[in-house]
């Protein structure tokens, strides 16, 4: 299947939805290799083939997964992954890391656990206080001129470290949660990409699977659920939230579409509004869902349910990481203040 291409920065062609593979190896609990490998191939035959890994997931057990899928079909694929989230705090208590021999070496493991000789979009995972973010960028590029690379992303990065990165080299993607109940990047992130041509990649914009009914309070996260780790998810604010998926299944049933392809249509929309190359990267375990989410491409929700699921995130409770110095929307908020 082919789906509708786009052009995110630094002229990088990618299908409009892509597949975000965090949950078959480790997030969610435990999953079944050959499901995952399954699903991996399904996304993309689906055309979502815009494949996104991390060295974190799964300590590089993901990245080894994806490999075997796509090293077979490396001509059907942009290959994306990232360094510098870590798995434990390092000496000063930080999980970031950015600089530039530590890169070098995140890249090489990264390219021998997928087995690949290059990363088609490479992602800075969190941003390193310690190191200026146009050292890290700079690196980066050199990876670039190696061969090593293609693109450069930033996945979490605020508009001003955005803006800071790009005056060294081109960004091709800022990657942020965006959805329904996750609005925070609007302010901020996306006016700054737009303006300077990068692209967009949402990860969770099914809300982690809360939007589609997947989680809720009489069927939480269980204890090795990642989801676990986000103060939305708590037990005393789940069923709080749930005000936000009962509007998105009341006005899905309206419009004859599931939850997932709603939230995906409303989620396209938006971008086509505010004027961003959207390239959404949801995930699941299983190849239906996979040709639910494409499906979405092809809905626009009506005015009248974009009007009501514009107003849902102000209804949320609890942010969208415990740590809020780990994502945008924290940096932002010390920015403002």
Known sequence: ?????????????????????????????????????????????????????????????????????????????????????????????LRVRGDAPYLRAAVERSLRRLGVERIDLYYYHRVDPRVPIEDTVGAMADLVAAGLIGHVGLSEATAAELARAHTVHPIAAVQS???????????????????????????????????????????????TDSRRNFPRFDAERLRSNEVVVDAVRRRAADEGVSPARLALGWLYDRAERLGVALAAIPGTRRADRVRENVSALGHRPSPQTVAELDRLASLVEGDRARDPLTISQGRERIGDE
Request: charged share 20%; proline share 6%; net charge negative.
């Open 177 to 223: 949660e965006w959805s329904i109940w996750s609005r925070d990047v609007e302010d901020h992130v996306i006016p700054a990409a737009v303006d300077r041509g990068v692209g967009f990649v949402a990860y969770a914009p099914l809300g982690r699977g809360f939007l589609t009914g997947a989680v809720s309070a009489d069927s939480p996260p269980d204890p």
């Open 1 to 93: 299947m082919t789906l509708p291409s786009i052009t995110l920065g630094d002229g990088l062609v990618v299908p409009a939805q892509g597949f975000g593979t965090m949950s078959l190896t480790h997030a969610y609990g435990p999953a079944d290799e050959r499901e995952s490998i399954a699903t991996l191939h399904a996304a993309i035959d689906a055309g979502a083939a815009l494949i996104d890994t991390a060295d974190i997931y799964g300590d590089g057990a993901n990245e080894e997964l994806v490999g075997r899928v796509v090293r077979a079909r490396r001509d059907e694929v942009v290959l994306a992954s990232k360094f510098g989230f870590l798995s434990a705090p390092d000496a000063d208590g």
